[in-house]
């Protein structure tokens, strides 16, 4: 009797590994399973500093280091852990493959739990070394997060396909996000402006990060984050005034004419008639463009900087022109001044 038992659990199992091996699957999702933490999130690189690359082959020496790497290292910096997130939904999508969805819910996990109760989300957690602890902007880590939680919250780009008891959770997540980004928004002589790139989790005053990146405006982060509360349904009256100070502000200090050519050798502003510009950073106080060295020094011009720097950097970008010319105006269209 015995015997049998073994025999028919011995067949269930093999039935089962041979579903799965006929289940669709695929090989950038079967990565991201292996490097996922066991605290739900992602690293952007392994405990020896290698960067991930789901383009690598899964060597056993790659695998080892793999393992080794702690859950400190789970990030939402340059896109992990949405990236993931955003791409196993979609996977799970095209498969139906079960073990995707599994391990994207877990990231939600990880996401939920990450935030702050004043709404923010950290660069890592649950490293608090460094500047890893501060709310951030930068290179949209929080933004990614939120419109994750808002494509669940409105059943689009996929993620209809979660557990439904996201929706709930992502709604509450998303308003107190928006509550952190409304409070966040510098003011100037009492009026509104645009966002730092990073906030102390505790002030929820601008702080500085890396030694080029100073306390300060900050160009990029802040577009994404009006692009984010213009998805928003129904906005706010908050929603509409911080959405048009900062488009305003935008078009007041745009550098008409001119584009950012950025190489190896030299970086600089270029006359281009299609074109408008802005620096990286701007001065809180002055509204002037500001440009951080390795040194913590704060130049006032790009040609101070190391040329290492210089060069090396996105210092000028076009990140307000989509913005001023055709988003904002046709979210008017629809949400009124």
Not at 18 to 25: G, K, L, R, V
Not at 76 to 101: G, H, M
Not at 276 to 305: C, Q, S, V
Request: net charge positive; hydrophobic share 40%; charged share 25%.
């Amino acid at each position: 009797m015995m015997k049998i038992k073994i025999l028919l659990t011995l067949i269930c199992i093999s039935l089962m590994l041979s579903c799965y091996a006929q289940q669709p699957t695929d090989s950038t999702a079967d990565k991201m399973l292996v490097y996922q933490l066991g605290n739900g999130g992602w690293p952007k690189q392994l405990e020896d500093k290698s960067v991930v690359n789901y383009g690598a082959t899964l060597t056993s020496e790659l695998l080892v280091r793999i393992k080794a790497t702690k859950d400190l290292h789970a990030t939402f910096d340059n896109k992990a852990t949405s990236r993931e997130v955003v791409y196993l939904v979609q996977a799970y999508k095209k498969t139906k493959n079960e073990a995707y969805l599994t391990a994207a819910e877990k990231g939600l996990d990880y996401i939920l739990s990450a935030q702050y109760a004043d709404g923010g989300w950290p660069q890592y957690y649950p490293d608090k070394t460094l500047y890893r602890s501060e709310i951030t902007y930068n290179d949209d880590a929080m933004i990614n997060v939120l419109n994750i939680l808002q494509d669940i919250a409105t059943q689009k780009n996929d993620f209809e396909v979660v557990n439904p008891a996201y929706i709930k959770k992502a709604e509450k997540a998303i308003a107190k996000g928006i509550d952190c980004i409304i409070k966040t928004q510098v003011k100037h002589n009492g009026m509104l402006t645009i966002w730092a790139a990073q906030y102390d989790k505790d002030s929820m005053l601008p702080a500085k990060a890396r030694a080029f990146e100073p306390a300060s405006l900050s160009t990029s982060e802040s577009a994404g984050i009006v692009r984010f509360l213009m998805r928003l349904k129904n906005p706010s009256p908050e929603v509409k005034s911080a959405v048009a100070a900062a488009v305003k502000w935008f078009d007041t200090y745009k550098i008409a004419g001119y584009r950012f050519d950025r190489n190896k050798n030299i970086s600089a502003l270029v006359a281009d008639n299609t074109s408008m510009a802005w620096a990286r950073f701007y001065d809180m106080e002055k509204n002037t463009p500001i440009f951080g060295d390795r040194d913590n020094t704060i130049k006032t011009k790009l040609e101070e900087l190391s040329p290492e720097r210089r060069n090396g950097y996105a210092w000028y970008g076009n990140w307000g022109q989509k913005l001023i010319e055709k988003e904002y105006p046709k979210w008017l269209g629809t949400n009124g001044k």
